[in-house]
């Protein structure tokens, strides 16, 4: 959720008179950050081996500076907010991915459903190493991701390192437009519905309505739903509130709050067109953010049971600043709090029903892992133990991992059966039988 406003900033320093040695003093006075600021801009200036940018190095201070916070707040130069606001107001080609920088290394939260990353074989978890022969380690993330998108037919050639996988996996991508449907419905045998939302982006509710409309008119009324957030990175928190309505009465959905005060308390109507339908509810690692908004509103209000894997911890709202110069911040504001008051941030929501996910081979990668990242207020999560597998025998002439076909999401879409299984997806099988007995007694 971003929201702007303005904000003029305006600093004042005197540089010092340099001694060969200097130290920090400790006191509180709040300028004197600036003045050991400019001691050090100072000295970089007179002694460095070549004469730099002052700007360069300006830019490059205060972009450490917000980095420092967390892994989801970063500074943005003129350019690169310009380029930041015209991805959130359209549409362009790229792999359709969602990663997060953490300790130097570009980490692949999740493929969005039907995107080219999800059609190569991207998997959450993955890193990325280098791209177009470039490694990632040292750019900032609003370089990263520019660099990932480019002009639609264009391949981007991506060095990944994988859990389990002693050698790096070389992968081409070819980028393209990532408009892609944000909702997939499919009828289970017993008129149970089946919802897979693949992120909340602009039109998801309305896509929502209009698919389970046709579907049922084509299939007749629903007894029951399962609906799938797996994999769902997040987006747009105003369709997950409108989605959110369609399944809950009126009540509380999820509160912010600032510094342990809360700043906005967001209800849910009376008026949900599926709020009747007994349901179950799919997460996993890779649910985030909005979607973790969604899950435990229906968990604390009791009305969905959440089958499947703990999920990934985005707790924390990105505001956007305008900054003098024509530069921009991301700057973590706000805690998201379900009804009940549980944090989500790191602690991510815990489903009823724990099912491990047959896909991965090694302990999936969550928020909580994130070097820097704002840890729950109430929670103490402990660290995953991961079991790394030996890495598999087929490599390329480089000696590079040759990945496994991995279905997309429209393959695993036209393979649904009547009746789910539990051989080609434990977690879907398991929610299926359970609001099967869920409907026999509601």
């Not at 943005?76 to 953490?102: C, H, N, P, W």
């Not at 369709?239 to 849910?268: M, P, Q, W």
């Not at 499947?308 to 024509?326: A, E, L």
């Not at 969550?366 to 490599?395: C, M, W, Y």
């Amino acid at each position: 959720m971003f929201s702007f406003r303005s904000l003029a900033l305006s600093a004042s320093a005197t540089f010092l008179t340099l001694s060969p040695t200097w130290a920090l003093a400790a006191t509180s006075h709040p300028y004197d950050v600036v003045e050991q600021f400019a001691e050090v801009l100072s000295v970089v200036e007179d002694e460095y081996v070549e004469a730099p940018q002052r700007e360069a190095l300006t830019q490059g201070a205060i972009a450490g500076m917000v980095a420092a916070l967390d892994p989801h707040s970063a500074y943005m130069t003129a350019e690169q907010y310009g380029e930041f606001k015209e991805d959130t107001s359209g549409r362009f080609a790229g792999l359709g991915i969602e990663v997060d920088l953490r300790n130097g290394q570009v980490i692949i939260v999740a493929p969005i459903g039907g995107s080219p990353a999800e059609r190569a074989g991207l998997r959450s978890g993955d890193r990325i190493v280098a791209l177009d022969g470039t490694p990632l380690e040292a750019l900032p993330m609003a370089e990263i991701v520019r660099r990932m998108r480019g002009m639609k037919g264009t391949v981007a050639h991506l060095v990944l390192r994988r859990t389990g996988h002693e050698l790096p996996i070389r992968i081409n991508v070819e980028r393209d437009d990532v408009s892609v449907p944000s909702v997939h419905t499919h009828m289970f045998e017993g008129h149970v519905a089946f919802v897979r939302i693949v992120a909340f982006q602009e039109g998801t509710h309305t896509e929502l309505l209009s698919k389970m409309g046709n579907l049922i008119s084509q299939l007749g009324q629903c007894r029951g739903l399962i609906l799938d957030l797996r994999q769902n990175p997040g987006g747009l928190v105003a369709e997950s509130i409108a989605v959110a309505d369609e399944f809950l009465n009126s009540g509380l959905l999820f509160s912010t709050r600032h510094r342990g005060k809360v700043v906005e308390r967001v209800e849910t109507t009376a008026y949900g067109h599926f709020e009747n339908i007994p349901m179950i509810t799919l997460v996993d690692s890779g649910s985030a953010s909005a979607a973790e908004i969604v899950a435990g509103a229906f968990k604390d209000r009791k009305r969905s049971l959440l089958v499947g894997d703990r999920t990934f911890g985005k707790g924390t709202v990105q505001s956007i600043i305008d900054v003098s110069g024509g530069a921009g911040l991301r700057l973590t504001s706000l805690r998201y709090y379900t009804p009940l008051g549980h944090g989500i941030q790191a602690a991510g929501i815990q489903p009823d029903t724990l099912v491990a996910d047959q896909d991965l081979d090694a302990e999936p990668l969550r928020e909580s892992d994130l070097p820097g990242h704002l840890p729950n207020e109430r929670v103490s999560i402990a660290p995953p133990t991961t079991t790394d597998q030996a890495a598999p025998p087929n490599k390329d002439e480089q000696g590079c991992v040759r990945l496994k076909p991995i279905r997309t999401l429209a393959q695993k879409m036209a393979d649904l059966p009547a009746v789910p299984t539990t051989e080609k997806d434990a977690q879907l099988a398991l929610a299926y039988q359970l609001l099967l007995n869920q409907i026999v007694t509601h």
